[in-house]
């Protein structure tokens, strides 16, 4: 399984302070060379002004904040400091599952979106940062669909959520009306699960964590244009993968987040999920590949679950090497969200990225009636 891989081997690029300075890559649209993709993206790292949060870099280039937490351990998220490296973690094996629909990681807490291809297009993966269920209240795995999208949507929270939020001393009203202060934000795409949906927020940063009643939270960009992609009775396949191993280049590749807390036990008490995901990763081609795999480095990368795709061959790049060789790119991406929260239209929000490509390119809902949670 080969890589749609932006590459910085080929790039016109400059070498200044280990990092190749290179214009940004789009981080959630990418093509798919066929069946056998399993990576996409590239990892890459920006300079840090005093004015900069993980916050403000994880929203300009479509990640989580709980996944550059993960690839920045060492970096005081609210306070990295001028001329601090920070490690955008941009690139994303795809989960184990078909490649049809959304299918959404909860351990990555991340979605993707498989449109089917037009006549003569190549297929894309469409990928966005997600907030999901707290612990308590998790997001449920599984199968399901979207039956039914709606724009500006009022929010009628059950009474369950309505007792959590009095035992806070933040009483919420019956119904909460369309605009600013409706934590569903601007669009909404029903679930056949009862009481689960797809949302905007009205509180951007929490997206990336988990800080919902069970619903998928998304920032006001990404479900906007999620919105106008994806048609009623498209599939949604919701499984918790922390363990991603996949085939770049003819080697493979482990990517790790940390399990969810209540998951933690089951998965890093144990290396059979760990094992069972690289061997799946390998199949049938071991003959075409280097499937020597190094499992020392292999448990390391479980362990450390920095977020980011490392080689697990004993001849590939260590995490070192990948972060050494990543593009450095600017703070603010041409792209990038402004105050009001609209992107700016340098760049075309769907713009593609292609193969070794370089492109510069809180709280739930139900109208009247119908109650969700989120």
Known sequence: ????????????????????????????????????????????????????????????????FDEILAANPDVDPWLPGRGTRVILPTQYVLPNAPREGIVVNLAALRLFYFPTPEDGMQPVVITHPIGIGREGRRTPVGRMRIIEKTEQPTWTPPMSIRRDYAKRGDPLPGVVPPGPDN?????????????????????????????????????????????????????????????????????????????????AARWQ?????????????????????DSEIDWDRARDVAEQARAIPVSISPRGPSLEQVIARARRVPPVPPWSVGERG??????????????????????????????AGS
């Open 183 to 263: 934590p569903l934000g601007s669009h909404a795409l029903r679930l056949s699960r009862p009481s689960y949906l797809l949302h905007g927020t009205n509180k951007p940063y929490g997206v990336g964590m988990r800080v919902s009643s069970g619903c998928l939270r998304l920032y006001p960009e990404d479900i906007e244009r999620l919105y106008e992609q994806v048609p009623i009775g498209t599939q949604v396949n919701i499984v918790n993968q922390p363990y991603l191993a996949g085939q770049h280049g003819g080697t493979v590749f482990l990517q790790a987040y940390p399990p969810l807390s209540e998951d």
């Open 1 to 64: 399984m080969l890589v749609a891989l932006i590459g910085v081997s080929g790039c016109a690029s400059i070498l200044e302070g280990g990092f190749n300075r290179a214009e940004p890559m789009r981080p959630d649209r990418f093509l798919l060379t066929g069946s056998e993709t399993d990576v996409v993206g590239a990892v890459q790292v920006v300079v840090a002004r005093h004015e900069d949060t993980l916050a403000d870099f994880a929203r300009r280039y479509g990640l989580g």
């Open 269 to 289: 008490g144990s290396l059979e999920p760990l094992q069972r995901a690289i061997v799946r990763a390998i199949g049938d081609g071991a003959s075409e590949i």
């Open 342 to 371: 609209e992107l700016n239209p340098v760049v075309e929000a769907g713009a593609e990225t292609g193969l070794n490509e370089e492109s510069s390119v809180t709280r739930r809902w139900g109208p009247p009636g119908r109650r």
